[in-house]
């Protein structure tokens, strides 16, 4: 059985217009027409549609989903597993939220009865490091579409204890990055490049090609933006701003 557009907008709660860009962009072209040039969208046509609307629920942007669903060696049935790896793994995230706002309203409903102790480090502990969000926003605005394809690609390759490693290396690295701040080193000394060396190596190893050229558009990026400052900063006024001198230092020290 096939369907026209306008009945697939229907059961998947899009828009035509959406159907029509999909086609444009080669992510889902209908397998058949009528006579009279209209679209037909087959039961495999569904399914890939339905791949297409997991990937947008775990807030793929549409650019990437473009790009590896369209690739020749495209795996489905693997895409599918990672799909439902980083569903569960959302749905974690979402059971522990909940949780989260049944224990502040538990909180609420007993604070004006009783003194309540709040236990501050549990308030904030089940939300998600937004570091990577920063990482995937600059590399829209800096990266190349063949860089942007090296990160999705690799992402795709990662179990859960990968991306648990990650977020401990992560944190090493901004650690150790906070530590030399506050020790007062300079941007350009010694321990100031290593410690911006690593944080740059880090997103090298993890996400895509990170050049010090690159590093230096990425700090520029992180050091004048508020919603990166006030996440970067969080813990020392002005880290930001270091860490993007310190790119510049090691960019210049390539070049001697």
Request: glycine letters at 4%.
């Amino acid at each position: 059985m096939n369907y026209q557009i306008g009945e697939v907008a229907k059961l998947a709660k899009l828009t035509v217009r959406m159907l029509r860009h999909y086609d444009e962009i080669g992510l889902l072209v209908p397998s058949g027409r009528t006579e009279a040039g209209y679209r037909l969208y087959s039961p495999a046509d569904l399914q890939r549609l339905q791949q297409i609307m997991f990937y947008r629920m775990l807030n793929f942007p549409l650019e990437a989903i473009a790009t590896f669903m369209t690739a020749t060696d495209f795996d489905e049935h693997g895409a599918l597993l990672q799909q439902r790896a980083l569903m569960q793994q959302k749905a974690g995230e979402l059971r522990a939220i909940l949780q989260l706002i049944d224990d502040a309203i538990t909180r609420h409903e007993i604070s004006e009865k009783e003194n309540d102790t709040m236990n501050t480090t549990e308030l904030f502990d089940v939300f998600p490091d937004m570091q990577q969000e920063h990482l995937d926003e600059a590399k829209e605005r800096w990266g190349s579409s063949e860089a942007w394809q090296q990160s999705t690609q690799r992402m795709k390759r990662y179990s859960k204890n990968d991306l648990e490693r990650m977020k401990t290396e992560m944190n090493e690295v901004g650690a150790k990055l906070e530590q030399v701040y506050q020790a007062g080193h300079a941007p350009d000394s010694a321990p100031a490049l290593a410690a911006v060396d690593a944080a740059r190596l880090h997103i090298h190893k993890w996400f895509y090609d990170c050049t010090r050229q690159f590093h230096v558009n990425l700090t520029a990026m992180t050091s004048t933006d508020e919603r990166f400052v006030k996440n970067i900063d969080r813990n020392c006024a002005g880290l930001a701003s270091y860490i993007h001198e310190a790119a510049k230092a090691n960019l210049a020290r390539e070049k001697l």
